[in-house]
């Protein structure tokens, strides 16, 4: 079976599983604005997924790794296409070359988004041309290693005057942590033992 079906199958038998979010972090305008990320899945023996860095001179997370997204705007048609388009800008990754399998569960921060995680499997050794506004860096990390719930180290902070707790995996030097982090944890438990 390929990585893809593979893939497809553990996603659809998993709809409805419970999932970990920011929700109970109510955004400064009390509304979660929709937004969306693509999970870009290498199509390997070792499947990878790609991740970007944040330039450290942006107002909004600077430095923090993530996947390529950003807002739905009004043109696109959904979350899909909102998630191709950004990966599109901030990359160059060509929609062309992301064979879409479908959404994850909706992960609402608390910095006031609701995002949808779009999975896509897409060529290995592909080449990037990265928006230097928007990354300043982007790599691939192993898909069992992130997925691996023995990574994920749970931690604590106070943050908008409650405790707030969060999951951190560290590849490397690369911290992925908050929402980025949140969304493989949640991934994790939708894919467990799909790459068995």
């Known amino acids: 079976m390929s990585l893809y079906d593979r893939l497809a199958e553990a996603l659809a038998v998993s709809q409805g599983m419970e999932s970990i979010d920011e ?13 969306a990320v693509l999970i870009a899945i290498t199509d390997r023996p070792q499947p990878g997924v790609i991740l970007t ?3 450290d001179y942006l107002r909004s997370h600077p430095g923090q790794v993530a ?4 807002k739905i705007d009004p043109e696109d048609e959904d979350a899909i296409a909102a998630a191709l388009r950004e990966a599109d800008e901030e990359l160059g990754l060509s929609p062309g070359n992301v064979r879409v399998i479908g959404t994850g569960d909706v992960y609402r921060s608390g910095s006031g988004f609701a995002i949808t995680p779009v999975l896509g499997v897409i060529p290995p050794d592909l080449s990037y041309s990265p928006n230097p506004g928007e990354v300043a860096d982007w790599f691939e990390v192993p898909l069992d290693f992130v997925l691996d719930p023995a990574n994920h180290a749970r931690h604590s902070t106070f ?8 999951v951190e995996i ?3 030097q690369r911290r992925i942590w908050g929402v980025t ?3 493989i944890a949640n991934l994790s438990r939708r894919l467990e033992g799909v790459l068995a």
């Open 23 to 35: 929700a109970h972090i109510r955004p400064d305008r009390g509304v979660h604005i929709p937004a």
């Open 67 to 70: 996947f390529p997204g950003g």
């Open 181 to 183: 982090a949140g969304i």
């Open 170 to 172: 560290m590849w490397g």
């Open 159 to 166: 943050w908008k005057g409650a405790q707030r707790q969060y």
């Open 53 to 55: 860095q944040r330039p």
